[in-house]
């Protein structure tokens, strides 16, 4: 098929290709109005995208993502002129600013993609606890062996 002169060609990573064409396939399965095209769909996705970060700029826009660590995300309040920590806390999330599970600053992160990347563990992993329970998982294997 011809493409549109409008249209750009661009490259995405196979890993990404697969992990979308898998919920491409899924979407298809429980809705009907999924676009039946793949290259379609992508696009569909994308334009929700850009119109769900139009939209956070309407709705919060004296809000933006300051940074992120691997449990907590800081969120800059421009109105009140501080930043927010928002983390996991009891398997919620929790802002460190309002001191809430349900706050302005939550909802603003439930938006963003980043939210996906916190890790919901109550207690961070150490590398040096990790480094213990290998050495323990490795005295098992080597009596295990020989015996």
Known sequence: MPR???????TLRVDLV???????????KKSPFVNEHFGGFVNDL?????????????YAPFLSEDGCSRDT??????KENKT????????KLYCSLCESFSCFHIHFVMA??????????TKPM?????????????KIVRKKRSS
């Open 73 to 78: 995300i800081y969120i800059k309040d421009f």
């Open 46 to 58: 994308l334009h929700d995208i850009l119109e769900k970060d139009e939209f956070l700029k309407h």
């Open 18 to 28: 697969k992990e979308l064409k898998a919920k491409w396939i899924e979407e298809k």
């Open 4 to 10: 549109s002169k409008r249209s750009e060609l661009i």
């Open 84 to 91: 927010a920590e928002i983390y996991f806390n009891n398997g």
């Open 112 to 121: 963003i993609p980043k939210v996906a990347k916190l890790n919901p563990s």
């Open 126 to 138: 150490i590398d040096d606890e990790v480094e213990l329970d290998g050495q323990k998982a490795k």
